[in-house]
T-cell receptor, first 109, second 117 residues
Framework: GQNIDQPTEMTATEGAIVQINCTYQTSGFNGLFWYQQHAGEAPTFLSYNVLDGLEEKGRFSSFLSRSKGYSYLLLKELQMKDSASYLCAVRDGNYQLIWGAGTKLIIKP | EAGVVQSPRYKIIEKKQPVAFWCNPI?????LYWYRQNLGQGPELLIRYENEEAVDDSQLPKDRFSAERLKGVDSTLKIQPAELGDSAVYLC???????????????FGAGSRLTVL
């Protein structure tokens, strides 16, 4: 079956750096997405990786290794507003989006 | 530009009652998705439309759920009769192009939170 694994919850300190990992096993691969979802709100797009390597967007970076079925989202200079759930989603060989359960990130002062 | 608009935001009903959710996607987006999300879980696809056509409804519980997208724009999702296990957030999303083109980023609405008592 197809599967995406992410840690359920992580805690980090304001101003620090945190890395949220995502491993996947899918039938084929056509891109990996990271979305941010604040409590009670809609998921919003953060990043898209389809080739191996690091994509940087301001304080957020996303890395992909297709051979390892692995991605991470790196958040730098953490702010309290970064407290949210981070969802990893993979588009499989049939172009279907497979979603992880999300990682709840708690930022402490 | 308005985003994806959903209504109602919240709905509380008793089991066995019907309920309907409405979605207006971003103008020009031809692909529309209905997802269900339970607390602490990722979105679960219920149905995907390409224009007026439902191209993936394999996960839609067709005995009680129905959806339509008239004229390829707005969409409604209906549950009749509702069961206790249907309590969840129903998310609508839209995207500009079909799923085989580029990033095909989904834009989500704020969701409709359903509570079935």
């Amino acid at each position: 079956g197809q599967n995406i694994d992410q840690p359920t919850e992580m805690t980090a300190t304001e101003g620090a750096i945190v890395q949220i990992n995502c491993t996947y096993q899918t039938s084929g691969f056509n891109g990996l997405f990271w979305y941010q979802q604040h409590a009670g709100e809609a998921p919003t797009f953060l990043s898209y990786n389809v080739l191996d390597g690091l994509e940087e967007k301001g304080r957020f970076s996303s890395f992909l290794s297709r051979s390892k079925g692995y991605s991470y989202l790196l958040l730098k200079e953490l702010q309290m507003k970064d407290s949210a759930s981070y969802l990893c989603a993979v588009r499989d060989g049939n172009y279907q989006l497979i979603w992880g359960a999300g990682t709840k990130l708690i930022i402490k002062p | 530009e308005a985003g994806v608009v959903q209504s109602p935001r919240y709905k509380i009903i008793e089991k066995k009652q019907p309920v309907a959710f409405w979605c207006n996607p971003i103008s020009g987006h031809n692909t529309l998705y209905w997802y269900r999300q339970n607390l602490g879980q990722g979105p679960e696809l219920l149905i995907r439309y390409e224009n007026e056509e439902a191209v993936d409804d394999s996960q839609l519980p067709k005995d009680r759920f129905s959806a339509e997208r008239l004229k390829g724009v707005d969409s409604t999702l209906k549950i009749q009769p509702a069961e206790l296990g249907d309590s969840a957030v129903y998310l609508c999303a839209s995207s500009l192009v079909g799923s085989t083109s580029g990033a095909n980023v989904l834009t989500f609405g704020a969701g409709s939170r359903l509570t079935v008592l």
